[in-house]
């Protein structure tokens, strides 16, 4: 579906007039999810690209408002919700503006620091009442779902491992290394408590930074309740290793939970020759093999 500039003004003339003047244009790294537009200078617009993503509207909308006081950074801020019509047909958000620069490893002035900014942030995300809150779904693609279960999910173990075997023929990675984290992660002990609430997809795409220090968590679609190993994948695919023990230290969670989230960083970072994900872009590949060392060494550092 083509979602421009001129489908989002005809949504907003019809739904929201005292916004539908102001400029309009896409943002530079929008999502696969969804479509983003910067709206004048304090607003952005958000349109699932899909119906499998249209949960994600209602999620962000009904439980933004609850867990965002309660959180060291900000976040997200949904201030109004659009109906289908104008021949879109999913719900919409308008969102607050938030500033900042999509984060990135090579710039962080502080790694450290950052480091125990998101392992505090992640702290206090599970801390906050999950009473009613959603469980894995297909619209937040089952993240957070125990490790290996066999749901819509990249960490389902039949898919893992089917990934695994596609890439023996291509020798990109050391598999047997790949396959016994992800032995260790299925072996893991499972999340035993009262599930938490997770973000569910703490890609560095999701984080936001000002003079190189952390500034906000933004795109909660996948929010959940749920086992909050997934949540620690900046470990291995944001933050560097040197940056890795104050991560560690500051989020608190048990080396069994460690190890799920080693699994779910494998899981989503197999680059298979035919994935058009990482067909689109040859440095996708050369990120996810980065990933993959990361995880290996710090499995054979802590895992075993």
Request: no cysteine; hydrophobic share 45%.
């Amino acid at each position: 579906m083509l979602i421009d500039t001129t489908l989002v003004r005809r949504l907003l003339a019809a739904r929201f007039p005292r916004w539908a003047h102001l400029p309009l244009a896409p943002v530079r790294q929008s999502g696969m999810d969804n479509a983003t537009f910067r709206l004048g200078t304090d607003l952005s617009v958000r349109l699932p690209r899909y119906a499998h993503w249209v949960g994600q509207v209602e999620r962000e909308h009904r439980w933004l408002p609850h867990i965002a006081p309660r959180l060291p950074l900000p976040v997200s801020e949904p201030v109004a919700k659009g109906e289908p019509g104008e021949g879109y047909p999913y719900p919409w958000s308008v969102y607050r503006w938030l500033e900042g620069e999509t984060a990135t490893t090579e710039g962080l002035a502080d790694p450290v620091g950052a480091a125990r900014d998101l392992g505090g942030f992640l702290q206090a995300l599970r801390s906050i009442d999950a009473t009613g809150g959603p469980g894995p779904e297909p619209s937040n693609a089952f993240r957070g779902v125990p490790m290996g279960d066999e749901r819509d999910s990249v960490a389902a173990d039949s898919l893992v491992r089917g990934k695994i075997e596609a890439l023996k023929k291509g020798r990109l990675v050391d598999t047997d290394a790949v396959t016994e984290v992800w032995e260790a992660a299925l072996a893991a002990p499972a999340w035993d408590r009262p599930p938490v609430w997770i973000h569910g997809d703490l890609d560095a795409g999701n984080l936001l930074t000002v003079d190189g220090r952390l500034s906000a968590v933004i795109d909660f679609g996948t929010l959940a309740v749920a086992d909050p190993a997934v949540d620690l994948l900046p470990a291995w695919k944001f933050l560097p290793g040197s940056a890795r023990d104050a991560f560690r230290e500051a989020v608190g969670l048990d080396e069994a939970t460690w190890a799920r989230g080693r699994g779910w960083a494998v899981a989503g970072s197999l680059p298979v020759p035919d994935d058009p994900f990482f067909q689109a872009d040859p440095a996708r590949v050369t990120a996810a093999l980065r990933h993959l060392d990361a995880v290996v060494e710090d499995h054979r550092s802590h895992g075993s």
